[in-house]
């Protein structure tokens, strides 16, 4: 039984998760109009792309908005992974661990419908942010990224020898010079990973996005989508592809990364 | 007892006048509900090389940690060279560590390592990189300067590790088992080029080490360690020869233990009722009464093996040899007596004997009355 029933079992889980993605890739490279009728091979959807104002506009949007939510997820989900494990038992230790992991399970639902009651409270009191855009999005993607990045840091900052920073230490560096010097660059790889995870993340982001964004700031997956409830165009497909290309490529990275930093502290 | 001729002042901790340079004083350390130090009393020279022995848990690594600065006594005070270290941070503490996982920081080259601590004192670079490049070359690993510590072997990671912890001139370096990660041979090595580097800087050594052998070839003077307490302290040949206590007397070298009652106290010589050895001359000591219990020790290389009995012999003992062992330069005997009684004696092996004593065999076991060492506890 052994000798079939284990490919065949990874062959029909590999059939079942990337089968749609697969037909996807191919109908990219399809002539059709019709998007599940074969017509030949063809680049045409891809140069139609390039030509389509409204997509290449969102992709500028998401894309800024992943790097700026990807660069402040890292700082504050590094120090947070910091103060949890360096900073021993403090008061409201526990509180702040399932603060900073609650982004993690909460329905993106809760978290945008949250986060928009906030930023309209806010500009009611406060006047900012004015009015919502690239800002309150790149706001709500950082919380949730930084849960992510929080725990990738904070399982390497555990893996990493303590004397390390004592050694630093005791060679005369004060506490943040210690920070800068010893553990940003040994955890560094960790950070890397968190970063592009975080990227990653807010690259795919449509529920929170469609809560907090305004006019003018649709980010790419909200184009996407509103454009296939409209029906399924080819350049979707091809759009769809490219994307899939970009995750690929930084979910290898990522992971090499974090396997190398794995590695190095073994 | 009468040790050789050492110039008194080597030996400063026999001269009550001398000014201890490291004051430990009722030091205590707890975490939680568990007292890692119980309020311990050590006093330090300087040029000294002093190690701290005791099994794992017994805190000798936290009082080190505490010299260090990395944790705070609960209790107590330390001093060094004549500084109150209470709320001094380790990075403003006159000493320097050794770690035990050396700590070498992994994305620096050895150079840079070295440098890091003279970087910090605010020295120009071209100054820390010179001084780094002599440490390098005392520790014999200049031309490795540019290697990451996962380019090098244990032993020379090792040698980084002290060259690091050495560069900034300290005080006081602390070593926490600084050999423990090398294997024997280099270990054996190690261990005297650390007393010559030692001897050379003048810097005052602690060394928390486990290992019984590696306190006795380095230390000028051991504290034995025990449930956070400090059991005894004092020279090797002391904690070896005169123990206090049954736990230095067994934690130090292989040890025979008997338990009796004191019979006769005459001022030459004392005689004990030992239920497995019946009786037994024992050196006198003062402050023993009829019928108290002690323990006799005595170390195995002190008994005289032989097959008729020993004449003139005060105490001696029938047994077959239950066990033996060649180990070469000596001979270790287990040997069972009539009353039950397993004991371990050695011969060294001085001469290519014909017809060695063996397995089985009957033998006599004599020993002098002043081998024994009365303990009360």
New interface residues.
């Given amino acids: 039984m052994r000798g079939w029933f284990l490919p065949m079992a990874v062959a029909l889980g590999f059939i079942f998760l990337y089968a749609p993605i697969i037909s996807l890739v191919v109908f990219s490279f399809n002539d059709s109009r019709l998007v599940t009728v074969w017509g030949g091979f063809s680049t045409r959807w891809y140069g139609e792309l390039l030509r389509d104002r409204q997509i290449l506009g969102s992709a500028w949007i998401s894309l800024q908005v992943a790097f700026w939510s990807a660069n402040l997820a890292v700082i504050v989900g590094t120090l947070g992974a910091f103060v949890l494990t360096r900073f021993g038992g403090f008061t409201g230790r526990l509180l702040l661990t399932g603060m900073i992991t609650a982004p993690l399970v909460m329905p993106e639902v809760i978290t945008g419908l949250s986060l928009l009651l906030l930023f309209v409270s806010m500009e009611l009191t406060l006047g900012w942010p004015a009015g919502r855009g690239l800002t309150t999005i790149i706001i709500a993607h950082t919380t949730f990224c930084a849960a992510f990045v929080a725990v990738i840091a904070q399982s390497r900052l555990r893996q990493m020898?303590e004397?390390?920073e004592?050694?630093?230490?005791?060679?005369?560096?004060?506490p943040v010079?210690v920070f800068f010097?010893?553990t940003l660059?040994?955890i560094a790889p960790a950070l890397v990973a968190g970063w592009l995870l975080a990227f990653t993340l807010s690259l795919d982001d449509l529920v929170i996005a469609s809560f907090v964004s305004g006019p003018g700031a649709s980010t790419l997956p909200m184009v996407i989508f509103s454009k296939v409830r409209l029906g399924v165009s080819p350049d979707v497909n091809a759009l769809a592809t490219i994307i899939i290309g970009f995750v690929l490529v930084a979910v290898i990275i990522a992971g090499w990364m974090m396997r190398r930093a794995a590695r190095?502290s073994a | 007892m009468d040790g050789p001729a050492i110039a008194a002042d080597t030996r400063p901790w026999r001269d009550a006048a001398a000014r201890p340079f490291i004051s430990v004083h009722g030091v205590t350390k707890t975490f939680g509900d568990f007292t890692a130090v119980s309020d311990v009393d050590l006093d330090i020279y300087k040029g000294e090389l002093f190690c701290l022995l005791g099994e794992s848990g017994c805190g000798k690594s936290t009082l080190l940690r505490m010299l260090a600065g990395f944790e705070q006594p609960t209790a107590g005070s330390i001093t060094i060279d004549g500084e109150d270290m209470a709320r001094v941070p380790p990075d403003r503490r006159p000493t320097n560590m050794m770690f035990q996982s050396y700590a070498l920081f992994p994305h620096m080259s050895v150079e840079k390592n070295v440098a890091y601590g003279l970087l910090r004192e605010g020295l120009k670079k071209s100054e820390a990189y010179a001084r780094a490049g002599d440490m390098l070359r005392m520790v014999k690993l200049e031309k490795l300067a540019r290697r990451k510590p996962d380019q090098l072997s244990g032993g020379q990671r090792q040698r980084v590790a002290l060259a690091r912890s050495l560069v900034k001139r300290p005080k006081l370096l602390l070593l926490d088992e600084p050999l423990g990660a090398l294997d024997k041979k280099l270990r054996e090595e190690t261990q005297f080029e650390l007393i010559k580097i030692q001897e050379t800087l003048g810097v005052t050594f602690i060394v928390v080490t486990h290992d019984q052998d590696e306190a006795m070839t380095l230390a000028t003077r051991i504290g034995v360690m025990k449930d956070g307490m400090i059991e005894q302290i004092g020279e090797p040949r002391e904690i070896y020869e005169t123990p206090r206590s049954r736990f230095v007397a067994d934690f130090i070298g292989t040890v025979n233990l008997f338990e009796g009652t004191v019979e006769a106290a005459a001022p030459d010589m004392m005689r004990i009722a030992s239920p497995e050895l019946g009786d037994v001359l024992m050196p006198p000591q003062e402050g023993l009464t009829r019928g108290q219990q002690v323990w006799g020790a005595v170390r195995p290389e002190r008994f005289t093996l032989s097959r008729k009995r020993p004449e003139g012999a005060q105490n001696a003992w029938e047994g077959v040899v239950e066990e033996m062992g060649y180990i070469g330069h000596m001979s270790q005997y287990r040997v069972r007596l009539a009353s039950g009684a397993l004991i371990r004696a050695s011969q060294s092996n001085r001469m290519r004997e014909e017809a060695p004593i063996s397995w089985d065999e009957r033998v006599w076991l004599s020993v002098p009355p002043a081998a024994f060492r009365v303990l009360t506890q």
């Fill in positions: 020898d004397s390390l004592e050694a630093a230490r005791d060679l005369g560096a004060g010079r010097d010893i660059p040994v190095k």
